[in-house]
């Protein structure tokens, strides 16, 4: 199809190898992705907790407990606990936009430094609150630090990997979320079953242990030779850095592109602006809607509320903490898989068979609670455990594309001259999202009930459908070199062509 056009024989091969110095940095710093994922899982876990409820959300505590006539779909519907989740999204959103002029000034290291020192100071608030004033500030700080750390770790994995490895690294980050969202769950699991009621402190506080990993670790981490030249002239030290990250002294070639590459980023002085150019139409698009669609899966409503949904369905609050704790299990399992094939396979394929996978899943959920969940009473076990399956099947066809590849496509696609900025526009628009799907689900559960998963499902096919369109392979194409892609694909070469034509003939006449 022509959708899938790769570019091949545009550039000079890049020397190399895969070095121990990239692995140790590149894990450093997907460390970001463990306290995003850290945030995703415990959240939903202590919502559930009746001790956490009682305290902070009696109202909640008292319809679950009290209320016989509320329908199942709407025990949990409460606009202050649904704040409690999606604070931490409204501050990330904003982050994201400071955190853009901070990865382009001072490099990707510093970005990934406030990011995580932020994290720590809310995960000490929130360990210690005991009002939902503090409480919520502490959600507010946590969102600080994700915000920049999504805006700066996707971007240093993707500059730091080896072309042909590109995808692999990158989707450290989402393997890293995903085992985040794994043990938030196992500690929500344990802290549940402490007798005293204080086990949520517990959860909350333990999101400090990953934020110091990354606080410490990027003291030390090495500044990615992209960011090196784009902030300077020092051709030298990026040539050595370069080196060394590569593994060869033989790095001509790639150097050439990231001087040229900077050279360009430096005749733009206001990069929000500069998106709006027809040039960049593609990314501009691609910078919105793959943020857009990764939320609107549904894949966070479940991660959030995974324990509450369980809760809904009939099951008790130990098993479904242990029903989470499957789920992240499966999804850190499906994500190293991604991580192995998305650079043999592409990210289109990986894309559509997820796409495929996650909307048969859904259907089938939303057809079983239709027929087997009311307004009162729960399901069968036997129907519960199926439903169960069925969100797993689900996580791992997310897990497996849009979890990883959403993240790995947008920080490929961009030009330097735009990078971070475009990386901000991608995170926040994906923060706007998570918080409307944080803010809105439990309302949304209470009116849709089970054709929630339909709306969800209807979604996933029309994002199956864009990428077949709109998306051109991007394996093995250098980083600096991916404006080829859009002049080949069937779609944008009608609107990018003619510009890029113009910039090369005006380059060749200068």
Request: hydrophobic fraction near 50%; glycine fraction near 10%.
């Amino acid at each position: 199809m022509a959708g899938g056009l790769v570019v091949t024989g545009k550039s000079q091969p890049y020397n190399g190898r895969i070095t121990w110095f990239v692995v140790l940095s590149s894990m450093v710093a997907a460390t970001g992705g463990i306290i995003f994922g850290y945030d995703i899982g415990i959240s939903g876990g202590v919502t559930s907790m009746e001790p956490f409820l009682r305290k902070f959300f009696p109202e909640v505590y008292t319809k679950m407990k009290q209320d016989s006539k509320i329908s199942n779909y709407c025990r949990f519907d409460s606009q202050l606990l649904t704040s409690f989740t999606s604070s931490l999204y409204v501050a990330g959103l904003v982050a994201s936009f400071f955190a853009s002029p901070v990865t382009r000034t001072f490099g990707r290291k510093p970005s990934i430094l406030i990011g995580g020192a932020a994290f720590l100071t809310g995960a000490a608030l929130g360990g210690a609150a005991y009002n939902i004033y503090m409480l919520i500030f502490g959600r507010v700080l946590l969102g600080v630090g994700v915000g920049f750390a999504n805006q700066s770790v996707p971007l240093y994995l993707s500059e730091m990997a080896p072309p042909k490895s590109r995808g692999a690294f990158n989707i450290g980050f989402q393997l890293c979320v995903g085992i985040g969202v794994l043990v938030a769950n196992l500690i929500n699991y344990g802290t549940e079953k402490i007798k005293d009621g204080w086990g949520w402190r517990i959860s909350l506080a333990m999101a400090a242990a990953p934020a110091t990993i990354l606080t410490l670790g990027a003291l030390f981490l090495p500044e990615t030779p992209n960011s090196l030249i784009q902030r300077g002239n020092d051709h030298e030290k990026a040539m050595k850095m370069l080196q060394r990250i590569r593994g060869t002294t033989d790095v001509k070639a790639e150097l050439v592109d990231l001087i040229k590459a900077s050279e360009i980023s430096k005749t733009v002085k206001h990069p929000f602006k500069n998106l709006a150019q027809r040039k960049y139409r593609p990314q501009l698009v691609m910078s919105i809607a793959f943020p857009f669609f990764q939320q609107v899966t549904g894949i966070n409503v479940i991660s959030f509320y995974a324990p509450v949904l369980f809760r809904t369905i009939g099951l008790g609050e130990s098993a479904s903490l242990m029903s989470a704790v499957v789920i992240g299990l499966v999804g850190t399992s499906w994500t190293f898989i991604s991580l192995l094939i998305v650079d043999k396979l592409g990210r289109r394929t990986v894309l559509k068979t997820g796409g495929v996978q996650m909307f048969v899943s859904q259907m089938m959920i939303g057809a079983i609670l239709a027929v087997k969940l009311g307004d009162h009473g729960g399901m069968s076990k036997a129907y519960g455990v199926l439903v169960l399956i069925l969100i797993c099947i689900y996580v791992a066809g997310f897990s497996l594309s849009w979890g990883p590849l959403g993240w790995l496509v947008t920080s490929e696609i961009f030009p330097l001259e735009i990078r971070s900025a475009a990386q901000s526009i991608t995170v926040a628009v994906g923060f706007l999202f998570t918080f409307l799907a944080a803010q809105t689900f439990l309302a949304m559960l209470c009116h849709f009930r089970s054709w929630i998963f339909v709306f969800f499902g209807g979604w996933v096919a029309i994002m199956t459908v864009f990428v077949c369109l709109l998306l051109p392979e991007t394996k093995n194409v250098p980083i600096e070199k991916m404006d080829e892609i859009w002049r080949e694909h069937w779609y944008w070469k009608k609107i990018v062509g003619n510009d890029q034509e113009n910039d090369e003939s005006k380059t060749d006449e200068a």
